[in-house]
C-alpha cells in the first residue's frame, strides 16, 4: 500500500540555522500539506500546496517558513532561521482529489532546536 | 472559523470492552467532513475513519464507527473489542469543503487499554 515518506525521521539543529524537512507524497496525490505538532499539543496546519503554489497558510507560516516541489517527487519544508519554539514534531500529508479525500500522513520529523 | 472540541483527556477502558470518544464540531460550512486519527506513541497520524456532512449512514470501519448526530454538531467514535494495542492517542479533525481543504484538529484523547 502507497505511503507518505518523510526524511529525516529526527533532525537536531543549532538556533540559528537552516533546516530542510523532505516529504515524498504518494504518488498520485495532488494536494500537499504540512501540519506541526508541538510536544504534547494538538496537530496545527501550517501549509497546503496545489499546482505548484501555496494555496493556503496559516499565521505560523511567516516569511522564515518557505515550501517547494522541486521534482516529481518531492515536497520540502524549509526553515530558513530555527528558533527554540519551531521544536515540533512535523507532519506532511498528501490526498487525491476531491475535499472529502482522506489526508494521508506520513511518520513525521521530530525537529529539535538546541 | 471552524473548531473542534475534545472534552476527554484520557480514557481507560478494559480489554474486549467497547469505548466511546466524544468530539464536538462547530462550522458555519454547510458541507464538511470529520475525521478520526490515531497517534501511538511512536507518533505517526494513522487514518481510521471518515464520515461526510451529507452522508445517510454513519461511517464503519471495522471495529470503528462514527455516531454522527448532525443536530448536535457530534461526532463520536466508538471502539468495540477494545485491544491492548488501541492505546494511543486519539485525535477528531474536520476539513470544510470551502477551503483549501485543511484539517482542523481537536486536541486529542489519550485512551489506555487495560487488562
Known amino acids: 500500500e502507497p505511503e507518505v515518506t518523510q526524511t529525516p525521521s529526527h533532525q537536531v539543529t543549532q538556533m540559528g540555522q537552516e533546516v530542510i524537512l523532505r516529504c515524498v507524497p504518494i504518488?498520485?496525490?495532488?494536494?500537499f500539506y504540512w501540519y506541526r505538532q508541538i510536544l504534547g499539543q494538538k496537530v496545527e496546519f501550517l501549509v497546503s500546496?496545489?499546482?505548484?503554489?501555496?494555496?493556503?497558510k496559516s499565521e505560523i507560516f511567516d516569511d522564515q517558513f518557505s515550501v517547494e516541489r522541486p521534482d516529481g517527487s518531492n515536497f520540502t519544508l524549509k526553515i530558513r532561521s530555527t528558533k527554540l519554539e519551531d521544536s515540533a514534531m512535523y507532519f506532511c500529508?498528501?490526498?487525491?482529489?476531491?475535499?472529502?479525500?482522506?489526508?494521508?500522513f506520513g511518520p513525521g520529523t521530530r525537529l529539535t532546536v538546541l | 472559523a471552524q473548531k473542534i472540541t475534545q472534552t476527554q483527556p484520557g480514557m481507560f477502558v478494559q480489554e474486549k470492552e467497547a469505548v466511546t470518544l466524544d468530539c464536538t464540531y462547530d462550522?458555519?460550512?454547510?458541507?464538511?467532513?470529520l475525521f478520526w486519527y490515531k497517534q501511538p506513541s511512536s507518533g505517526e497520524m494513522i487514518f481510521l475513519i471518515y464520515?461526510?456532512?451529507?452522508?445517510?449512514q454513519n461511517a464503519t470501519e471495522g471495529r470503528y464507527s462514527l455516531n454522527f448526530q448532525k443536530a448536535r454538531k457530534s461526532a463520536n467514535l466508538v471502539i468495540s473489542a477494545s485491544q491492548l494495542g488501541d492505546s494511543a492517542m486519539y485525535f477528531c479533525?474536520?476539513?470544510?469543503?470551502?477551503?483549501?481543504?485543511?484539517?482542523?484538529f481537536g486536541t486529542g484523547t489519550r485512551l489506555q487499554v487495560t487488562l
Open positions: 464520515q461526510g456532512s451529507y452522508d445517510q
Open positions: 500546496f496545489y499546482n505548484n503554489e501555496i494555496s493556503e
Open positions: 479533525a474536520m476539513i470544510s469543503t470551502g477551503t483549501a481543504s485543511k484539517l482542523t
Open positions: 500529508a498528501s490526498r487525491k482529489e476531491g475535499t472529502g479525500d482522506t489526508q494521508y
Open positions: 462550522t458555519s460550512d454547510p458541507s464538511y467532513g
Open positions: 504518488s498520485n496525490h495532488l494536494y
